[in-house]
């Protein structure tokens, strides 16, 4: 079964940094390529990165470009996401999914509250 | 960027009844590279299409999809109890982006 585990959220001030975890199992990690994607509170989902299967390529939304960045470690079929800069607005839950193109499945994602 | 343009924005009907959800495109999406998600409150998104008709592991033929270039629908033929939610689609020609979400209410 594919299991996709995000960790790292948690209350951070404005201009903070969070690095986020996401461990996977269930599935050739290293063959796929991994995404992050963010809902706001009651608000719809966003793509925020992404990164091909043995991490030499990766894209941001413009939103996050210059203060996020992502990364993977195949060994330990780990998928990051280091936060920089963070700001109110990047106030979300962070949700990690494998996908060349359609994202499945979804992990249960990580809340990232950014406020004073 | 290409962005989706989901209508309606709500969509109220009663169990039994045919939903037919709209998402358009501002270029169009190479290779009908597009997906749908359904999203439950306090739930994960589940993949219910992609390739903008292919139905995902264990989704249900009352939903369908169809479409191609820069319009595309999802269609749920008879509405289940469990099926009100909220929509979104989704496509991957470029730089992922999700439309805004169209929620299906009991009316």
């Known amino acids: 079964e594919v299991q996709l585990v995000e960790s790292g959220g948690g209350l951070v001030q404005p201009g903070g940094s969070l690095r986020l975890s996401c461990a996977a199992s269930g599935f050739t990690f290293s063959s796929y390529w991994m995404h992050w994607v963010r809902q706001a509170p009651g608000k719809g989902l966003v793509w925020v990165s992404r990164?091909?299967?043995?991490?030499?390529?990766?894209n941001y939304a413009d939103s996050v470009k210059g203060r996020f960045t992502i990364s993977r470690d195949n060994a330990k079929n780990t998928l990051y996401l280091q936060m920089n800069s963070l700001r109110a607005e990047d106030t979300a839950v962070y949700y990690c999914?494998?996908?060349?193109?359609?994202?499945?499945?979804w992990g249960q994602g990580t809340l990232v509250t950014v406020s004073s | 960027e290409i962005v989706l343009t989901q209508s309606p924005g709500t969509l109220s009907l009663s169990p039994g009844e045919r939903a037919t959800l709209s998402c358009r495109a501002s270029?169009?999406?190479?290779?009908?590279?597009l997906a749908w998600y359904q999203q439950k409150p306090g739930q994960t998104p589940r993949l219910l299409i992609y390739?903008?008709?292919s139905r995902a592991t264990g989704i249900p033929d009352r939903f369908s999809g169809s479409g191609s270039g820069t319009d595309f629908t999802l269609t749920i033929s008879r509405l289940e109890p469990e099926d009100f939610a909220v929509y979104y689609c989704?496509?991957?020609?470029?730089?992922?982006?999700f439309g805004g979400g169209t929620k299906v209410e009991i009316k």
């Open positions: 270029q169009s999406v190479s290779s009908s590279y």
């Open positions: 989704q496509q991957y020609g470029s730089s992922p982006s």
């Open positions: 999914a494998p996908g060349r193109g359609w994202f499945d499945p």
């Open positions: 390739g903008a008709s």
């Open positions: 990164i091909n299967s043995d991490g030499s390529s990766t």
